[in-house]
């Protein structure tokens, strides 16, 4: 840390005892950044896997009480917003939280760089290259801030839980106003506020996780379709991965909470929600008074009047038995199953930290098929571990093929400062990598190309969400196991499950016809 970050770090008010116990039991939107000291050790630490592995059982707290605060609330009149997401849907959703605070403090969203007030950018630290995209962005919006000084430029999510990150932004992009980390956005109207009136950076990322705050606003991408948190944070700890430090530990909502949230979207018309969490199966692990775990949620909501449930994403070493039984009641629950395997061989999942074997993987999945037969399986794979052999990338390949999987994600792994496989000597070079991800995707494609054709000429239930991007005159949606699917009808059908019957079949979509009179009139 140099002379001016520490400048920069002094910038979070440090507190005495006094002041943390006066915060307990004020409401949230008067608190300071005091009150919430106890999340901050310091601002700048690096992702540290031994410290986090040993994060305690602090009882989290949650909170009912957000407010903007009274000076806060017309801040933005007149004023426009724009949010650039990157990287999962965790981050989506917290776009959409941010848009709703921003909302209230009377800001407008706009998606023209030149017309907004205030531009953050929702960052993803998965992978190598998504930081990338974002120092290229963060490049291009130098110029727009030198022609309107009073712009804010921010910096969020993922990327700026890590302090190499910070301390970059700070040394070579002094253009950015603010950044601030996953555990702080309720914190944006204060930080908003900050960056207006103060003439340096303003830097609050707490390295700690902090409690659950339930009433923060939101506004939604769309009306057919809603992500609902269940989760967050991450405690499985993968040797590859930097989510467990960027995203704290695991901690569960409230199950009347969640349900509440699913009962108002219904209410409100939309058709399908998203489950999510960085680890979906740990759902309810954290509960020290009830025992009550994702498959009993899912229970609970297939009594809700809203058409499709889905969740993601799923670790296979906590997908239990009554989860099992839960789905295969079918309903409202799709038999869609998103299951990230990582590697087909069990001596590269033992260096991952993954906890299961490609036995053991391949058991969850006989289980699964036995008690959803039409169950469609989707997944994640990571190629060019460190020292992965030839042999052990063939047992992904034919993992691949025995599972059957209907399509899967799938990356060149990339160290993360930080992770123990970082730190790993790295015998396999990277044009061996490149060539074993065209393999496995040429093995993806022939897979998912398969799968589509079984479509051909039957009907499908699509989700229409609207028109299709490459032509207006075309509708698109999803089907229960989220093929996309263009087709023909009346703009009548948005927002609607309509039957579609299958014309042609492409390697990552459908074309059909709507069947007639599946648009109820009203
Ligand atoms: N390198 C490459 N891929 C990664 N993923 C997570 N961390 C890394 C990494 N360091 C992949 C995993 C995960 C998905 C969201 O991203 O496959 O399931
Ligand atoms: Fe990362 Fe997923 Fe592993 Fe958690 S379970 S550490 S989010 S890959």
């Known amino acids: 840390m140099d002379e001016k970050q520490r400048i920069e770090q002094a910038q979070i008010k440090q507190v005495n005892a006094a002041d943390r116990k006066s915060g307990q039991d004020k409401p949230l939107h008067e608190k300071t950044s005091a009150d919430f000291a106890k999340y901050f050790e310091t601002t700048y630490q690096p992702p540290n896997i031994n410290k986090a592995r040993k994060r305690g059982r602090e009882k989290i707290d949650v909170h009912y009480d957000f407010d903007i605060p009274e000076?806060?609330?017309?801040?933005?009149?007149g004023k426009k917003f724009l949010i650039r997401t990157y990287g999962c849907q965790m981050n989506e959703h917290d776009t959409e939280v941010m848009a709703g605070i921003l909302t209230e403090m009377g800001y407008e969203a706009t998606d023209d760089t030149n017309k907004a007030d205030i531009i953050l950018l929702n960052t993803c630290a998965i992978r190598e290259n998504a930081e990338n995209k974002v120092f290229g962005e963060i490049g291009h919006l130098k110029p727009l801030k030198l022609e309107n000084p009073d712009l804010i430029l921010g910096v969020c999510g993922c990327m700026s839980q890590q302090e190499s990150v910070v301390n970059r932004i700070l040394k070579k992009h002094q253009h950015i106003d603010l950044i601030f980390g996953t555990h702080n956005i309720h914190r944006l109207p204060?930080?908003?506020?900050?960056?207006?009136?103060?003439?340096?950076?303003?830097?609050?990322?707490?390295?700690?996780?902090?409690?659950?705050?339930?009433?923060?606003?939101?506004?939604?991408?769309?009306?057919?379709?809603?992500?609902?948190?269940?989760?967050?944070?991450c405690d499985k700890f993968c040797t590859y991965c930097i989510v467990p430090m960027t995203r704290g530990k695991e901690r569960s909502r409230r199950p009347e909470d969640i349900i509440q949230e699913v009962r108002h979207l219904a209410a409100n018309g939309y058709?399908?929600?998203?489950?999510?969490?960085?680890?979906?199966?740990?759902?309810g692990k954290d509960f020290e008074d009830i025992s009550f775990g994702l498959g009993d949620l899912m229970d609970e909501l297939s009594k809700i009047d809203i058409p499709r449930v889905r969740f993601t994403t799923s670790h296979p070493r906590d997908f239990d038995d009554r989860l099992i039984d839960v789905l295969a009641k079918g309903g409202n629950l799709l038999d869609h199953i998103h299951l990230p395997v990582q590697s087909g061989s069990s001596e590269i999942l033992r260096k991952m930290n993954r906890k299961y074997t490609r036995e053991s993987y391949l058991e969850l999945v006989r289980k699964i098929k036995k008690a959803m037969p039409n169950a469609t399986l989707t997944t994640d794979i990571i190629?060019?571990?460190?020292n992965e052999t030839e042999e052990q990338f063939e047992e992904t390949m034919t993992l691949m093929e025995e599972v059957g999987f209907e399509s899967a994600y799938t990356f060149i792994y990339s160290p993360r400062e930080g992770t123990p496989a970082a730190a790993r000597k790295d015998d396999v070079p990277m044009e061996v990598k490149k060539q074993r991800l065209y393999r496995l995707n040429e093995l993806v494609n022939k897979q998912s190309a398969e799968s589509m054709k079984s479509?051909?000429?039957?009907?499908?239930?699509?989700?229409?969400?609207?028109?299709?991007?490459?032509?207006?005159?075309?509708?698109?949606?999803?089907?229960?196991r989220n093929k996309l699917v263009n087709f023909k009808g009346p703009e009548s059908a948005i927002g609607k499950i309509v039957d579609v019957k299958i014309t042609e079949a492409k390697t990552w979509s459908l074309d059909g016809v709507m069947v007639e009179n599946t648009v109820e009139v009203k």
């Open 71 to 77: 000076d806060m609330r017309t801040i933005g009149e």
């Open 190 to 233: 204060h930080l908003v506020k900050e960056a207006m009136f103060s003439k340096a950076n303003v830097v609050e990322v707490w390295s700690k996780e902090g409690d659950i705050i339930e009433n923060l606003p939101k506004v939604r991408h769309g009306k057919v379709k809603a992500w609902v948190n269940i989760m967050y944070g």
């Open 271 to 283: 058709k399908e929600i998203t489950l999510l969490g960085q680890n979906v199966n740990a759902y």
């Open 383 to 386: 190629v060019g571990f460190p």
């Open 455 to 480: 479509y051909k000429d039957k009907t499908v239930k699509v989700l229409v969400e609207g028109e299709s991007k490459k032509d207006p005159n075309v509708l698109a949606g999803y089907t229960e």
